[in-house]
């Protein structure tokens, strides 16, 4: 194994909301949504003979106002793909949006190993209150998108030692 990889698969993690509001955790309704509409567009495919996979996120831990999700892709955990991270970015920013505050409510939004149980990042410190945010996530992603470039990459969000994407 060379230095620079990393065995354990990434998950998705989000985080979205006030706690102790009703906003709170409000990702969760368009992640299942999301999945429906993967699970009806996997039938459709099937139907006409074609190919598809189906994906489905499913929910592995759920603290404060994050949830830790894993990707399956026909019924397989799998680390999460950069082009399912995005498009799933694109999925909530297109249902999502609010125009009166021009975004979503969406403050974390990233891939990386599981953080284990309570969700406690490595970007969390006392700085932050142990809760990092990003600046505006979703929002990010899709200019990336609009801007035509398809794909969001590693960058310097993170230390050295962790690996993921995040935009």
């Known amino acids: ?24 955790r409000i990702h969760e309704k368009w992640v299942t949504r999301y999945n429906i509409f993967n699970k ?21 831990d759920h603290s404060g ?24 970015g694109i999925y909530i920013w297109n249902n999502y949006f609010r125009p009166e505050t021009q975004d979503t409510l969406i403050h974390l939004f990233l891939s990386q190993t599981d953080p284990g149980l309570g969700i406690i990042l490595p970007q969390d410190n006392i700085d932050n209150g142990m809760s990092y945010r990003q600046v505006n996530p979703i929002r990010r992603i899709y200019s ?23 935009i």
């Open 65 to 88: 106002t994050r949830t830790v999700y894993e990707c399956h892709i026909n019924n397989k955990f799998v680390s999460m793909p950069l082009n399912i991270f995005n498009d799933l």
């Open 40 to 60: 009806v567009r996997f039938d459709s495919a099937i139907k006409k003979g074609q190919k598809c996979d189906l994906i489905v996120f499913k929910a592995v």
């Open 144 to 166: 990336i998108r609009c801007n035509s470039i398809h794909s969001v990459n590693n960058n310097d969000l993170f230390g050295t030692d962790i690996l993921g994407y995040s």
């Open 1 to 24: 194994m060379k230095k620079t990889e990393n065995l354990s698969p990434q998950v998705l993690i989000i985080g979205s909301g006030t706690m102790c509001e009703d906003d709170c």
